[in-house]
């Protein structure tokens, strides 16, 4: 580690001249803006989501009220668009919880301005994704059949299956992440209802604020919650892919079933997570002006995890090639050679470009901080992420055990509805906390003043004090601007 | 270096080496007497040691990228692990000898330990033709004794231009300041980790998992190398705390940074049973005749009774100790803990590779006692001496660790 970085001052994390008031002013004039202001762009972009939320509410109602079958999924290939939706919206969900617990135990300080709508991606990632499965059961009425509960039929989940253990690890994650989230906010939500004109506003953050006055033993005790609540999304960080991946793994499919796919989907979703930051923060940051809390350093390291992840993936898929070749079965020897040549391959060598190939542009550190290289290659992996499923789940399936009974899948109309629909209601749930909450944390952001070199109205008593120490003095200081 | 660091690390060195030779005596006179037992306790041994030598060039470069003080206080430990890189090519002299020869093959091949091959049935034609329908005339080239030991070639020599590279940047930043040396430390760092990790997969692929060459795990490496790191943070903990009142060790080797490597080391301790849990899980329910048979032989004829201790002693134990904080701070307690890990390293690794050499049943033989003895011993032994032939500081590393415990840590 350099000298530098060992006195690193913090200063590439927020902009210069930044005092505690503005940036409280800053992030909150986003949110309290009185609705007539409201910017264009917002209601462009929500507007446009809500045509999306509109196509989820059609597709839905047909499904439900026809049955599964208007989708094109078949046999050999039972599982599709439905599945392939769960896994990449629940990838995507990842980054939220690594940067506010992972990287908050690790005393990463540059993920400060960036958790907090990492967190909202997730829980609304988590929400779309958790719609597939449970549409897919066709009858979702029923779907409390999953948990396990005495009941009249005498009926009992098949414990054995990583199915239920998805029912568990899903709806855990999406609890916790709720309220990581949700506890995160608080002390802005107090500075927002300290900061709110009108009187709605004023009892609707009020009441969000939960009473909070920044005391010191209100931050000793939050102090103390977060970091139980980071102990505990860290395993959960692990065990919802890894349970996702046992889904496949801990199946007979050739190509589903090799054993290192639990850290490689772990690693995949923080890949597609940290790529879904990156696709909203970029537009965002520039959109409202947010360059000095979202700075060029922040960007540099999202697009370092991305390369790093993006690695440990292709790693994978190497390791895949190896081991079919390496293990002189030929079930996984067919099941490469169809991938690489076989009807979709197409997609498989689109997926090598996307996720392997283009984010190798961010070992030049250049690119890392070029805001339109950031977007194409975060773009790409998106996209790449969503054909490394499409190529795990319809490619293995469509040859399956019987060579008669081998088939191909095309998604229908309402395949696609949904998918389109469930980004709709993402960006429409995502447009709306932008507009309503602290999409950044604002105490959090003020932890870096005082070391950045500039003095802001009530001191700098965390001096000589890492922001990420979570002392209770420093966090009172730090919100003594409301 | 004062005098009473150099009498203790004297003290220390001249220890391993009396440990190290006895056990080498008990390993010559096995190889006399039983040449096949040898070279299986040879081998699981081995692997210890060449987790503390590659888990410090691991360390090292994921230090460089990520920064922390843990790897800031073990850095010249670290760095004298990867001076230790060309001593395990000589002892890796063994193995390339048991790739590329073969005993007279008069304890016949029953498919199971004894056939005409010392270590590698894949070295061994006739086990070839016998598995033919898998056993790939490719295969059996790729797991012959020359592409081996031609791979293990390749693999030690970039490890060692890897490491003496990421040295020679260092030393040069340490004496002069230069800080484009230590721009170049981390510049290797990123491409050389994703090196070191591809080439020691298929190094646990060729020197460890192809002790059974019909079995296979996408998994195997990834669990490989998870267990150096682990080996290398407890060594690092361990040795520290023998120091850890010397000059100039005593100015940094203070509770945090015991705690900081104590959570890296609980950090591995859950990633090891995460990896080692996932691969058994997985071939478990899936119960495949070409993978469960792994696992089978490992869980009967007495194996079970390790793979029981494993999942108590290398993970549930020093997961509930290293939860609490208490105790990763203990700089007189942790040092245990880190030693029991060490022990259960060897275990893990013995009954990853040792089952397949005893097909009727669990029996350790006294040279499965030796051989870890004799190498772990005359590993130290010159590890201690490259740690000596070094500056065990420098102005500028004392300027960062002053900074890093001064300004960032509380």
Same mark, same amino acid.
């Given at each position: 580690?350099?000298?530098?970085?060992?006195?690193?001052?913090?200063?590439?994390?927020?902009?210069?001249?930044?005092?505690?008031?503005?940036?409280?002013?800053?992030?909150?004039?986003?949110? $309290?803006?009185?609705?007539?202001?409201?910017?264009?762009?917002?209601?462009?972009?929500?507007?446009?989501?809500?045509?999306?939320?509109?196509?989820?509410?059609?597709?839905?109602?047909?499904?439900?009220?026809?049955?599964?079958?208007?989708?094109?999924?078949?046999?050999?290939?039972?599982?599709?668009?439905?599945?392939?939706?769960?896994?990449?919206?629940?990838?995507?969900?990842?980054?939220?919880?690594?940067?506010?617990?992972?990287?908050?135990? $690790?005393?990463?300080?540059?993920?400060?301005?960036?958790?907090?709508?990492?967190?909202?991606?997730?829980?609304?990632?988590?929400?779309?994704?958790?719609?597939?499965?449970?549409?897919?059961?066709?009858?979702?009425?029923?779907?409390?059949?999953?948990?396990?509960?005495?009941?009249?039929?005498?009926?009992?989940?098949?414990?054995?299956?990583?199915?239920?253990?998805?029912?568990?690890?899903?709806?855990?994650?999406?609890?916790?992440?709720?309220?990581?989230?949700?506890?995160?906010?608080?002390?802005?939500?107090?500075?927002?209802?300290?900061?709110?004109?009108?009187?709605?506003?004023?009892?609707? &953050?009020?009441? $969000?604020?939960?009473?909070?006055?920044?005391?010191?033993?209100?931050?000793?005790?939050?102090?103390?919650?977060?970091?139980?609540?980071?102990?505990?999304?860290?395993?959960?960080?692990?065990?919802?892919?890894?349970?996702?991946?046992?889904?496949?793994?801990?199946? $007979?499919?050739?190509?589903?079933?090799?054993?290192?796919?639990?850290?490689?989907?772990?690693?995949?979703?923080?890949?597609?997570?940290?790529?879904?930051?990156?696709?909203?923060?970029?537009?965002?940051?520039?959109?409202?002006?947010?360059?000095?809390?979202?700075?060029?350093?922040?960007?540099?390291?999202?697009?370092?995890?991305?390369?790093?992840?993006?690695?440990?993936?292709?790693?994978?898929?190497?390791?895949?090639?190896?081991?079919?070749?390496?293990?002189?079965?030929?079930?996984?020897?067919?099941?490469?050679?169809?991938?690489?040549?076989?009807?979709?391959?197409?997609? &498989?060598?689109?997926?090598?470009?996307?996720?392997?190939?283009?984010?190798?542009?961010?070992?030049?550190?250049?690119?890392?901080?070029?805001?339109?290289?950031?977007?194409?290659?975060?773009?790409?992996?998106?996209?790449?992420?969503?054909?490394?499923?499409?190529?795990?789940?319809?490619?293995?399936?469509?040859?399956?055990?019987?060579?008669?009974?081998?088939?191909?899948?095309?998604?229908?109309?309402?395949?696609?509805?949904?998918?389109?629909?469930?980004?709709?209601?993402?960006?429409?749930?995502?447009?709306?906390?932008?507009?309503?909450?602290?999409?950044?944390?604002?105490?959090?952001?003020?932890?870096?003043?005082?070391?950045?070199?500039?003095?802001?109205?009530?001191?700098?008593?965390?001096?000589?004090?890492?922001?990420?120490?979570?002392?209770?003095?420093?966090?009172?200081?730090?919100?003594?601007?409301? | 270096?004062?005098?009473?660091?150099?009498?203790?690390?004297?003290?220390?060195?001249?220890?391993?080496?009396?440990?190290?030779?006895?056990?080498?005596?008990?390993? #010559?006179?096995?190889?006399?007497?039983?040449?096949?037992?040898?070279?299986?306790?040879?081998?699981?041994?081995?692997?210890?040691?060449?987790?503390?030598?590659?888990?410090?060039?691991?360390?090292?470069?994921?230090?460089?990228?990520?920064?922390?003080?843990?790897?800031?206080?073990?850095?010249?430990?670290?760095?004298?692990?990867?001076?230790?890189?060309?001593?395990?090519?000589?002892?890796? !002299?063994?193995?390339?000898?048991?790739?590329?020869?073969?005993?007279?093959?008069?304890?016949?091949?029953?498919?199971?330990?004894?056939?005409?091959?010392?270590?590698?049935?894949?070295?061994?034609?006739?086990?070839?033709?016998?598995?033919?329908?898998?056993?790939?005339?490719?295969?059996?080239?790729?797991?012959?004794?020359?592409?081996?030991?031609?791979?293990?070639?390749?693999? +030690?020599?970039?490890?060692?231009?890897?490491?003496?590279?990421?040295?020679?940047?260092?030393?040069?930043?340490?004496?002069?300041?230069?800080?484009?040396?230590?721009?170049?430390?981390?510049?290797?760092?990123?491409?050389?980790?994703?090196?070191?990790?591809?080439?020691?997969? +298929?190094?646990?692929?060729?020197?460890?998992?192809?002790?059974?060459?019909?079995?296979?795990?996408?998994?195997?490496?990834?669990?490989?190398?998870?267990?150096?790191?682990?080996?290398?943070?407890?060594?690092?903990?361990?040795?520290?705390?023998?120091?850890?009142?010397?000059?100039?060790?005593?100015?940094?080797?203070?509770?945090?940074?015991?705690?900081?490597?104590?959570?890296?080391?609980?950090?591995?301790?859950?990633?090891?049973?995460?990896?080692?849990?996932?691969?058994? !899980?997985?071939?478990?329910?899936?119960?495949?005749?070409?993978?469960?048979?792994?696992?089978?032989?490992?869980?009967?004829?007495?194996?079970?009774?390790?793979?029981?201790?494993?999942?108590?002693?290398?993970?549930?134990?020093?997961?509930?100790?290293?939860?609490?904080?208490?105790?990763?701070?203990?700089?007189?307690?942790?040092?245990?803990?880190?030693?029991?890990?060490?022990?259960?390293?060897? #275990?893990?690794?013995?009954?990853?590779?040792?089952?397949?050499?005893?097909?009727?049943?669990?029996?350790?033989?006294?040279?499965?006692?030796?051989?870890?003895?004799?190498?772990?011993?005359?590993?130290?032994?010159?590890?201690?001496?490259?740690?000596?032939?070094?500056? !065990?500081?420098?102005?500028?590393?004392?300027?960062?660790?002053?900074?890093?415990?001064?300004?960032?840590?509380?």
């Amino acid at each position: 580690m350099s000298e530098k970085a060992l006195h690193d001052d913090h200063s590439e994390l927020i902009g210069p001249g930044h005092t505690l008031g503005t940036i409280t002013d800053k992030i909150s004039e986003i949110a $309290l803006i009185e609705p007539k202001k409201t910017p264009i762009g917002w209601l462009a972009v929500t507007g446009i989501a809500s045509l999306g939320v509109l196509m989820l509410g059609v597709t839905v109602v047909n499904l439900v009220f026809t049955g599964i079958g208007i989708w094109g999924n078949n046999v050999p290939v039972g599982w599709a668009f439905d599945i392939i939706n769960f896994v990449w919206w629940i990838g995507i969900g990842h980054a939220g919880t690594l940067i506010s617990a992972v990287l908050m135990l $690790l005393r990463q300080e540059w993920r400060t301005s960036i958790n907090r709508f990492a967190e909202a991606m997730t829980i609304f990632a988590v929400m779309c994704a958790g719609m597939f499965p449970l549409l897919h059961t066709g009858r979702p009425w029923l779907a409390f059949w999953l948990m396990p509960y005495p009941n009249t039929m005498g009926m009992w989940p098949q414990f054995r299956s990583p199915l239920i253990w998805d029912v568990f690890a899903v709806s855990t994650y999406a609890t916790v992440s709720m309220l990581f989230w949700y506890m995160g906010m608080i002390p802005d939500l107090a500075t927002f209802r300290d900061h709110a004109k009108n009187k709605i506003s004023k009892v609707v &953050y009020g009441l $969000l604020a939960m009473g909070w006055r920044g005391a010191a033993r209100h931050w000793d005790r939050y102090e103390t919650a977060s970091l139980l609540l980071a102990g505990l999304s860290t395993p959960l960080v692990l065990s919802v892919h890894s349970v996702v991946s046992f889904d496949f793994a801990a199946g $007979l499919v050739p190509g589903w079933h090799t054993t290192v796919f639990p850290p490689y989907f772990v690693a995949g979703a923080i890949f597609a997570g940290f790529a879904m930051v990156l696709t909203l923060a970029l537009p965002i940051r520039a959109f409202y002006g947010l360059k000095d809390f979202i700075t060029d350093k922040h960007l540099d390291n999202m697009a370092k995890v991305l390369l790093a992840t993006g690695l440990i993936v292709t790693y994978g898929y190497a390791l895949e090639l190896f081991i079919a070749w390496y293990s002189g079965s030929p079930y996984e020897a067919y099941m490469i050679t169809n991938r690489m040549s076989g009807p979709y391959n197409h997609l &498989y060598w689109s997926l090598i470009l996307c996720n392997c190939t283009i984010p190798q542009l961010f070992w030049i550190k250049r690119f890392r901080t070029n805001v339109w290289m950031l977007f194409f290659v975060s773009m790409s992996v998106n996209i790449g992420m969503w054909l490394e499923r499409f190529v795990i789940i319809v490619q293995s399936l469509h040859r399956d055990f019987l060579p008669s009974s081998w088939g191909m899948y095309s998604p229908t109309i309402w395949d696609w509805g949904m998918y389109i629909g469930t980004i709709g209601f993402f960006l429409f749930m995502f447009m709306h906390f932008i507009r309503l909450l602290p999409m950044i944390a604002i105490f959090e952001v003020k932890l870096l003043v005082p070391r950045s070199g500039v003095t802001g109205k009530s001191g700098g008593p965390s001096h000589g004090k890492k922001p990420g120490s979570h002392g209770p003095d420093a966090h009172t200081a730090g919100a003594g601007s409301h | 270096m004062n005098d009473q660091t150099r009498a203790k690390l004297d003290g220390m060195q001249r220890l391993a080496l009396f440990v190290g030779v006895a056990g080498l005596i008990g390993l #010559v006179i096995g190889f006399t007497q039983n040449p096949h037992q040898f070279f299986q306790s040879y081998l699981f041994a081995f692997f210890i040691p060449l987790g503390f030598a590659l888990g410090s060039l691991g360390m090292t470069m994921i230090n460089y990228l990520t920064g922390g003080f843990w790897g800031l206080g073990a850095r010249r430990i670290f760095q004298a692990g990867i001076r230790t890189i060309p001593f395990m090519v000589l002892l890796f !002299l063994p193995l390339a000898y048991a790739m590329l020869t073969h005993p007279e093959a008069a304890a016949g091949g029953d498919g199971h330990g004894a056939g005409s091959w010392w270590l590698y049935p894949g070295t061994d034609h006739a086990f070839a033709e016998a598995n033919r329908k898998v056993f790939s005339p490719e295969k059996e080239l790729w797991l012959s004794g020359p592409f081996m030991v031609g791979r293990a070639a390749f693999y +030690f020599l970039s490890w060692i231009i890897t490491g003496f590279w990421i040295l020679k940047n260092a030393k040069k930043y340490d004496e002069t300041g230069d800080a484009k040396a230590d721009g170049m430390t981390r510049l290797i760092s990123g491409p050389g980790f994703l090196f070191f990790f591809l080439t020691m997969t +298929f190094a646990a692929f060729d020197w460890a998992m192809s002790v059974q060459p019909l079995w296979f795990s996408t998994m195997y490496g990834v669990i490989f190398i998870v267990g150096q790191g682990l080996s290398t943070l407890a060594f690092a903990i361990i040795f520290l705390s023998r120091v850890k009142h010397l000059e100039p060790f005593k100015h940094f080797a203070k509770p945090n940074l015991f705690a900081d490597l104590a959570t890296l080391m609980f950090a591995t301790v859950m990633l090891w049973a995460y990896t080692s849990f996932s691969q058994f !899980l997985i071939i478990w329910s899936a119960n495949l005749k070409e993978e469960a048979p792994w696992y089978v032989l490992r869980t009967s004829h007495g194996w079970q009774a390790i793979a029981i201790g494993l999942l108590v002693l290398h993970f549930a134990l020093p997961f509930f100790l290293l939860l609490m904080r208490r105790i990763k701070k203990d700089a007189s307690f942790v040092p245990f803990v880190a030693a029991l890990l060490i022990v259960m390293r060897f #275990v893990d690794v013995y009954w990853q590779v040792a089952p397949p050499f005893q097909p009727d049943g669990l029996s350790v033989h006294w040279l499965d006692f030796a051989a870890p003895v004799a190498l772990t011993g005359i590993w130290v032994w010159y590890f201690i001496g490259r740690l000596k032939a070094h500056p !065990l500081t420098s102005p500028r590393q004392e300027l960062q660790l002053e900074a890093a415990l001064g300004g960032a840590h509380h």
